[in-house]
């Protein structure tokens, strides 16, 4: 009778749904040899339609497109495509997350944070990039934090340069909510740039940086979303976006003490896309997984 019930449920609908949901379409990037591959299932493919929540795996997937695949990245006809590996480095979704789990009380909270977050920059010297994509999923909405410049922290004293066209880091927020707080994240993302440093660079001087000072938060004004499901979408157009314009060898948004005093007012940033693009990269993106699902069935 048990085993009966037990053989019921797990034909049941309910179960049914559940099991093809959590069945893999495909891993990215593919092959057994790929390195640290997002594996996205039939569950992640539904949520590509239409008034749909973007998951992690999504997120992750197609910042991994966007850097790597030249033969299906948006930014593959870009200027600065060849230079996305050598100028950009995109953390998974789950990186920010994971920061949030330690709590910043403790003396020794900026320390615990950066151990919790350690093995995702094991194999990469994040202050040799010009860009650090930091998405973040918080209240269940999506934003994207962008380092620039790491690589200058140490050289800044935190005033300005004197000359508008001097590069200057900065933590750029682009939020189609304005929904998130961007002195915590600002503040997470600096504790740890300096934990970062420190275990890293054993050898160079100490990287010590105070808020709103070496670290300035820039929040654009940027297109807005009108929904409650797009955050995603506007988040992974945010990077496009960006990167087209503040990558590569002769970028037109160069990050200066200009951009930031001016929040990037001259790049005319609220102008960057509207709200059909963001409905057909929905559209272009759900058509490209659903190839790449379809290939892996072959």
């Not at 299906?72 to 997350?97: E, H, I, K, N, W």
């Not at 977050?117 to 994207?144: G, M, N, Y």
């Not at 504790?191 to 105070?210: A, D």
Request: hydrophobic share 45%; proline share 5%.
């Amino acid at each position: 009778m048990a085993a009966a019930k037990s053989a019921a449920a797990r034909g049941s609908p309910w179960a049914i749904a559940t099991r093809r949901a959590s069945t893999p379409a495909f891993h990215y990037p593919p092959g057994r040899d790929a390195v640290d591959s997002v594996t996205v299932t039939r569950g992640d493919l539904d949520r590509l339609k239409p008034d749909e929540f973007l998951n992690d795996n999504l997120i992750d997937f197609a910042l991994k497109l966007f850097l790597k695949d030249a033969a299906q990245s948006p930014l593959r006809d870009s200027a600065c495509f060849g230079d996305l590996d050598r100028d950009v480095y995109a953390f998974s979704s789950q990186f920010y997350t994971k920061m949030q789990e330690q709590r910043l009380t403790r003396l020794d909270g900026a320390s615990q944070m950066h151990a919790l977050v350690s093995r995702w920059t094991r194999d990469v010297d994040v202050f040799a990039k010009r860009l650090l994509l930091v998405p973040i999923c918080e209240d269940l909405h999506w934003s994207l934090a962008v380092v620039c410049h790491p690589g200058e922290l140490l050289d800044h004293a935190g005033a300005r340069r004197g000359r508008d066209d001097a590069t200057r880091p900065c933590l750029v927020v682009l939020d189609s909510l304005r929904m998130h707080n961007a002195s915590a994240i600002e503040k997470r993302i600096r504790l740890w740039l300096q934990e970062e440093w420190r275990v890293r660079k054993p050898e160079k001087p100490p990287l010590v940086l105070t808020r709103q000072l070496q670290l300035k938060i820039v929040a654009p004004s940027v297109p807005a979303q009108t929904n409650s499901c797009d955050c995603g979408v506007f988040l992974l157009r945010y990077a496009q976006e960006f990167l087209s314009r503040a990558a590569g060898d002769a970028p037109t948004i160069r990050v200066t003490e200009r951009d930031v005093a001016t929040k990037f007012t001259d790049h005319a940033v609220g102008a960057w896309f509207g709200s059909g693009d963001i409905a057909r990269m929905r559209v272009e993106l759900k058509a490209l997984a659903q190839t790449l699902a379809d290939q892996a069935m072959l």
